[in-house]
DNA sequence: TCGTTCTTTATACAGTCGTATAACAGACGA
DNA sequence: TCGTCTGTTATACGACTGTATAAAGAACGA
């Protein structure tokens, strides 16, 4: 799993000697949040092409262009590096889709129809996101600062999923207490964040193009919405390529 | 991440004097299936309890009695038995959940009802199993051998969905074309997928005790069947501790 | 009871892991 | 232009990785 038995030698070119007078790499210095954001993104990149065990401090270093040690440097850890990859992750994402809601001012339907579909659409439909999001699910149980990052991304999303819900509730005269209005946040929820992933994956099972107008059908049916109540928005939406 | 400095020295008690005979330890000879078996079933153990990172061979070996050379024999590789621990894992899941929807045989929507609220309930709600589900799914995208494996069980399970609708649409006079089953199938599936995931995982936000309830809820509005069709069933549950 | 078979143990190996430490050098104020 | 500060590189260390190899011993037929 690790021992690749024959890899390449890899000597760099561009060495001056190197015996005589042994030159250094030469470096530029960073503010410590710049420094910081690119290891994070260098750790994210690793994982996600690599997976967990490919993700390692020296060749995460690498990719930002620096050496291992500055990962000890400005995290103390390679794994406190790692848990706020994961935080930085996670805020990426809802934020993103988040965004995708409030573009355009139009109608509570319109923008919770903007959100739904945001989510099984790109570029939020990624499998490099999806394997990012996965390996860090599999280290919430078990790992105390994975499952705090968890839960708060978590409930981030049901609150914003719920601000979106309320609204449509009440235009279409449902029942809209706090209480079913978080019912119906939790399966919304559900329902994205599975066809999210599944669609992700993208295993040639179906289409992904069709994954939004399902998306919002499934959401029309579980809020209890008229027909093309959601669906019709549909077609304010961003051509998929 | 892979170096905590001081390990116990794990002396293992009861050595003889070792200098003078070195004994080996005694063993005893199993068939190879069943040796397969109890070393994917130490894989699985460990990676559920300490990540992809803690899965040594050496580390599984150990939980499985034997010493880490019996991989080679076994599986040929590392690899090899990690790919087939997952394929286990999947087989298992699946079938677990499809036997709960066959045991007894009453009407169409109280085998689906069962099949959707056996997927939120233990033991499938398990932070053991998403654990070790997200742990493979993070390697779907890339390494080919994974992929195979998921989309074969995402099939496998998409097949049981859409038997279990079908039925229940043409009782309800809902249309029951295979296009329209395959779509409430992918939805259905994503809903039971993303609150099993969030369930599971338990992060403290509400009663996972409330799941079966949602989902099914969930479910009658996203098939459009009328209120309580499959809700109805949920007192034959099994109680919830 | 002896031989044979082949699962299993034991050990060695080269490579990688995370991180601690010390020397270097870029950037900036004086 | 010189010092100072500290971000950064370079290197060493011990632990651990997967796996190859050879010896051992459990099980079983004759």
Redesign the interface.
């Known amino acids: 799993?690790v021992n690749k038995p024959a890899q390449r030698p890899q000597n760099e070119q561009l060495h001056s000697p190197k015996a005589v007078t042994p030159t250094r790499k030469s470096f530029q210095r960073l503010a410590d949040a710049d420094r910081r954001r690119a290891l994070l993104e260098a750790t994210l990149d690793c994982i996600g092409?690599?997976?967990?065990?490919g993700a390692s401090?020296r060749r995460i270093a690498e990719r930002a262009g620096v050496t291992a040690g500055l990962i000890r440097h400005h995290f103390g850890s390679?794994?406190e590096m790692?848990r706020q990859a994961y935080a930085h992750l996670m805020t990426q994402l809802t934020s993103e889709a988040a965004e995708a809601a409030r573009a355009g001012g139009d109608s509570p339907e319109a923008a919770l129809a903007r959100f739904v579909a945001a989510n099984v659409m790109q570029p939020n439909l990624s499998?490099?996101k999806?394997?990012?999001w996965?390996?860090f699910?599999?280290?919430?149980?078990?790992?105390a600062g994975y499952?705090v990052i968890?839960?708060d991304s978590?409930?981030e999303f049901?609150e914003v999923l719920t601000r979106l819900i309320h609204p449509v509730l009440v235009k279409h005269g449902r029942p809209s207490s706090p209480e079913a209005c978080?019912?119906?946040a939790?399966?919304?929820?559900?329902?994205?964040?599975?066809?999210w992933?599944?669609g992700s994956?993208d295993?040639?099972?179906?289409d992904p193009h069709?994954l939004p107008?399902?998306?919002l059908?499934?959401a029309e049916?579980?809020?209890?919405l008229p027909d093309t109540a959601l669906l019709r928005h549909l077609t304010d939406l961003p051509p998929q390529d």
């Open positions: 799993m092409e690599a997976g967990a065990s401090a390679m794994d790692v499998p490099r999806v394997s990012l996965a390996t699910i599999g280290r919430v149980d078990g790992e499952s968890h839960r978590y409930r049901l978080r019912s119906l939790i399966a919304l929820n559900g329902l994205i964040d599975g066809l992933l599944e994956l295993h040639g099972l179906y069709r107008g399902i998306a059908s499934a049916g579980l809020l209890r």
